[in-house]
């Protein structure tokens, strides 16, 4: 199956990007370097690209249940332009995917945006219409991915990148408030959330408007390889590395995303995520740090210092903040503590490594 394009796929082309495939898309992955990208967004202020991002609109006199009832967080408390991060879990509570929901103005054609990750836009879209079918809500779910860009300019600068950019004053959003804002005579709907770690804003315009909105931030462009890193250094998840639905199943008690799931609402998984909650877990998501020279790598084992594999590295970089080299992964919680040693296998080799607190960055 050919690769989808975002809108300005031939744009970066043309400003040297390099690209990659990312959940069926082809994806910018790197303009300059990845560590000028990634210090860009650390010291000032870069813009990313994440067109390939799901959006689906939710509508109708059930949306809101419907929406309660297929993610973990409580929806009834979003007020018009709140947003929250959650979970989408499945009957043994194990995460699908993770998203971010929108609950829209009033005046709005449809009542909450929820973005999927790429490559999952159309199977939750299935997945609401199924349920919304079997329970008989009176709800309209509408794939919208086409429709929309989307990109995040973030970083200590992003604040003034943005309320430059915006005909209507942005930078009071407080942290996931968004609203709805003209840039370059383009209404966008603009959000301040990100996934660098950095004060940032997210915006969603138009597909066919998208070179527009794009051109009127004068910024560092950053590709999908320094937005990894950060994300990485702040300990963040990774749809497909670090849950991954079909192959290394994982409930938001053990991917230490806990403080998405709210047991006093009903959703599909909740009772399955109560009993995770009373008995515990057996494995936990952590951070941790090669002592040793070596970089660590998706699928790298993660052994006890008898050599003896208790985990699987999720993900792993040489951070180009710390210049250290950090990873990601499960391990059995007797292991979880910050400052316990254990061994990381890079390629073939032992190396020494340590726990660590998340996020990496002491000032996060």
């Known amino acids: 199956m050919p690769l989808r394009k975002p809108p300005l796929r031939n744009h970066h082309d043309e400003r040297g990007a390099t690209f990659t495939e990312f959940g069926g898309w082809d994806m910018p992955v790197e303009f300059d370097s990845i560590k000028e990208e990634h210090l860009s967004v ?6 990313f690209d994440v067109s390939h991002m799901g959006e689906i609109e939710v509508s109708g006199p059930d949306a809101e249940q419907l929406m309660q009832r297929l993610t973990t967080n409580d929806v009834t408390q979003l007020s018009a332009g709140d947003s929250q991060y959650s979970m989408i879990t499945d009957e043994d509570g194990n995460i699908i995917d993770d998203t971010v929901v929108y609950r829209l103005p009033d005046d709005d054609e449809a009542d909450y945006l929820f973005i999927p990750n790429a ?6 879209h299935d997945r609401w219409k199924q349920f919304r079918n079997e329970w008989e809500l009176d709800a309209e779910i509408r794939n919208a991915t086409d429709d929309y860009a989307m990109y995040a ?21 407080s942290k996931f408030e968004a609203m709805y804002a003209t840039v370059a005579g383009v209404r966008c709907w603009i959000a301040r959330t990100g996934y660098t770690g950095e004060d940032g804003f997210e915006l969603i315009c138009p597909w066919d408007d998208a070179e527009t909105v794009w051109d009127a931030f004068d910024c560092q462009p950053c ?10 250094e702040m300990g963040f998840l990774l749809s497909g590395q670090d849950f991954n639905h079909e192959n290394d199943p994982r409930n938001p008690y053990e991917a230490k ?9 009903e959703f599909v998984g909740r009772d399955a995520l109560e009993r995770a909650k009373e008995e515990g877990v057996e494995e936990t998501f952590v951070g941790f740090q ?26 792993g970089t040489m951070s180009p903040t710390l210049s250290e080299p950090i990873g ?4 059995p919680t007797d292991y979880a503590d910050p400052g316990t040693v254990i061994r990381v296998m890079v390629r073939g080799r032992s190396k020494k490594a340590k726990i660590e607190s998340t996020p990496f960055l002491n000032d996060k």
């Open 223 to 232: 590709g999908l390889g320094s937005r990894d890193t950060l994300r990485t």
């Open 328 to 331: 990601l992964g499960y391990v």
């Open 257 to 265: 995303v806990s403080f998405t799931v709210k047991l006093d609402t």
């Open 119 to 124: 490559g999952h836009g159309e199977q939750m």
């Open 153 to 173: 300019v973030q970083g200590p600068d992003a604040a003034d990148a943005v309320g430059e950019a915006t005909e209507e004053s942005v930078t009071d959003l």
């Open 290 to 315: 090669l002592i040793d020279r070596g970089v660590p790598r998706h699928g790298y084992d993660i052994t006890n210092t008898d050599d003896t594999i208790i985990g699987t590295v999720t993900s």
């Open 42 to 47: 650390r010291d000032s202020v870069g813009i």
